[in-house]
C-alpha cells in the first residue's frame, strides 16, 4: 500500500513537448496538484537511424543471449518525405501497404535504403552498415523479395528490387553490402 | 582484441522477417559462414500501445530519477488506415506534416486520440489512460493546441481540438481524461 506522506505535492513531469506540459498543468492545478516541467529529450527509442535501433536492440538480445548473434534492423528513406518511413519502415509498410506511400510521393523520387547489422561477438559489439541508393517507382512491380522492394529501382539498374533474383539483388542491395562487410570482418579470424 | 578463436563457426541471426533470412543467410554462405535463424518478435521497443510506450519510458526514467514524476505518451488512431500513425504521431507529424496525412485519408474518417500517463511513486509505476473519440476534418482548422489538433473533431463538438481553448480542450481531450484520472488517484492520500 502506498502510505498517506507518500502523495507528492509536487510531480515532475518528463516531455519535451511543451504543449503538453500546459494543457496536463493545467488539467492538475484544477485538482490542487503542482506539475514542474523536467524538459526531457523523447525518451521512446525511436531513433532516426537503424544503426542505434539495431545496436539498442542487440544490447537488449545480449542480456539473454550467450552464443555470437547478429541483429539487422533496415529501412526505407525517401527524400521527399523527409526520410520517411525511415526505422519504421516495417510498421508503415503494415499499417498503409505500398499503395498509399506511393500516393504520398511527390516530384522528387530518390530514396535510400540502409541497413545495419549489429554482431554481439565476444562480449563486444559492432555494427556493420550498407546503402543503396535508388528511386521510388511509379507503380508496385515484381514478386520476389520483399517489404519496399516492388516500388524500390536502385541506381544502375532498369527493374525494382522485386524484380531481381536473391543472386541479382544481392550484389547491390544494402543488406548485400552491410553482410558483405560482416562477413569480412568474420573472415580475418578464420 | 578479440583472439582467432573468438570467430564463429556459426552466427545467431535474430529476426523475425523470413524475408531477411534467407538474404542474409545466401549473402554469409557465400564466405563460408553459416546463419542459424533464431526466429524472434520486433525486438525494438515499437510497441503499438501508447500504454507500454510510456510504461516502458517511464521505467527507463526511474533509473536516474527519484522524485516522483509522470511522463505521457499519446498518439492518434486513424481507422481507415489501421490506427496509423498510432504511437508514431510525432514522428509521422514532423516527417509527414498534417496535409500528407490528409491525403491519406479515404472515406471512413473516423479517429481516436489516446493518452496513456505512466506515474513513479514510491517505487511503483501505475498507468492512466484517456481516448476522445472524434473525426478527421477535411481541412486544418483553428491555430490554438498542438500537434494533431487542427484536424481532428471531438464527437459531439463541431470545431477541430485547435479551435477550442485549453479550459474546453481539456473537458473532452484524451489528455484531459488521463490526468484527471491520475488527479483523482493523487488526490485519495491528501
Redesign the interface.
Known sequence: M???N???NE?????S?E??Y???S???N????K?VW?K?E?????SDDVET?AL??AK??AIY?S????????GLFIDC????????S???L???GLK?VL??IEDDRRARFKSA?A?H??G?FMIFTGIAEGTISFAKKGDL???YDPIFIPDGAKRTMAEMT??E??TI?H??KS??S???Y?????
Chains 1, 2 share one sequence.
Do not use: C, W
Not at 510531480?11 to 516531455?15: K, N, P
Not at 523523447?42 to 525511436?46: C, D, L, S, W
Not at 518525405?81 to 519504421?88: D, Q, S
Open positions: 502506498i502510505q498517506h507518500d502523495a507528492p510531480l515532475l513531469f518528463l516531455t513537448n504543449g503538453k500546459n494543457e496536463a493545467f488539467i492538475m484544477m485538482f490542487g496538484i506539475l523536467r526531457t523523447k525518451m521512446e527509442v525511436q535501433v539498442e536492440a537488449a538480445a543471449e552464443s555470437p548473434f547478429i541483429i539487422e534492423d533496415d518525405l523527409n526520410g520517411f518511413p525511415g526505422p519504421y516495417s510498421y508503415v503494415i499499417k498503409l498509399r500516393k504520398l547489422v554482431l561477438l565476444a563486444r523479395g520483399f517489404g536473391v543472386i539483388k544481392s542491395s543488406r548485400g553482410f558483405t560482416l562477413a569480412g568474420l573472415k580475418k579470424f578464420h
